[in-house]
């Protein structure tokens, strides 16, 4: 059964850094994309980021380029986003979802974590 | 980039009837579209891709048709588990969602 698990989400002030993680079982990343969705309360889904199967290419919306990095430790299954420079519009469930595609990326995302809470604060 | 527009906004639907809801791309992008059924407090779920195809474990009541910039996503038979908001995505781009009601 593939499950993705998000944690790393919390209370940060304006301008503060978090790093989001996503914990993958019952696949291996190295096959698949996997993005990172967001959505702020009351609103809708926002595209944020995706490493591909490869691991070395990485894309983000035009939105947190600069501030944000996604990226990928193999050895624990698990994907990251870093957020730095944080603020209070980046207030937002952060979902991981993982891409449809086998060694390859069709944006399609058949399966999702049950999300993260991040609210900027001051 | 492309922008996509959902109508109507809200649905209100009794149960056993049909919903259609529509997805407008401001631009083609030829049948890359997928559409996503959202319940409170719940993650996304991928019902259909490929403007048509839909995902595993799906019912065969939901389907979605539609190429270029207009695509359509129907719901027959509707339950009352239904009731939620719908998303249409092509790539890095989300619709603002149609949100379905059963009376």
């Known amino acids: 059964q593939v499950q993705l698990v998000e944690s790393g989400g919390g209370v940060v002030q304006p301008g503060g850094s978090l790093r989001l993680s996503c914990a993958a079982s019952?696949?291996?990343?190295?096959?698949?994309?996997i993005h990172w969705v967001r959505q702020a309360p009351g609103k809708g889904l926002e595209w944020v980021a995706i490493i591909r199967y490869d691991g070395r290419n990485k894309y983000n919306t035009d939105s947190v380029k600069g501030r944000f990095t996604i990226s990928r430790d193999n050895s624990k299954n698990t994907v990251y986003l870093q957020m730095n420079s944080l603020r209070p519009e980046d207030a937002a469930v952060y979902y991981c979802?993982?891409?449809?595609?086998?060694?390859?990326?069709?944006?399609?995302?058949?399966?999702w974590g049950k999300g993260t809470t991040v609210t900027v604060s001051s | 980039e492309v922008v996509l527009t959902q109508s109507p906004a809200t649905l209100s639907v009794s149960p056993g009837e049909s919903a259609t809801l529509s997805c407008r791309a401001s631009?083609?992008?030829?049948?890359?579209l997928a559409w996503y059924q959202q319940k409170p407090g719940q993650a996304p779920r991928l019902l259909i891709y490929d403007a048509s195809n839909r995902a595993t474990g799906i019912p065969a009541r939901f389907s979605g048709s539609g190429s270029g910039t207009d695509f359509t996503f129907t719901i027959n038979s509707l339950e009352p588990e239904d009731s939620a908001v719908y998303y249409c995505q092509q790539r890095t781009v989300f619709g603002g969602g149609t949100k379905v009601e059963i009376k």
């Open positions: 019952g696949i291996d990343v190295t096959n698949f994309g």
């Open positions: 631009q083609s992008d030829n049948s890359d």
């Open positions: 979802a993982k891409d449809l595609g086998f060694w390859t990326s069709y944006y399609y995302m058949d399966v």
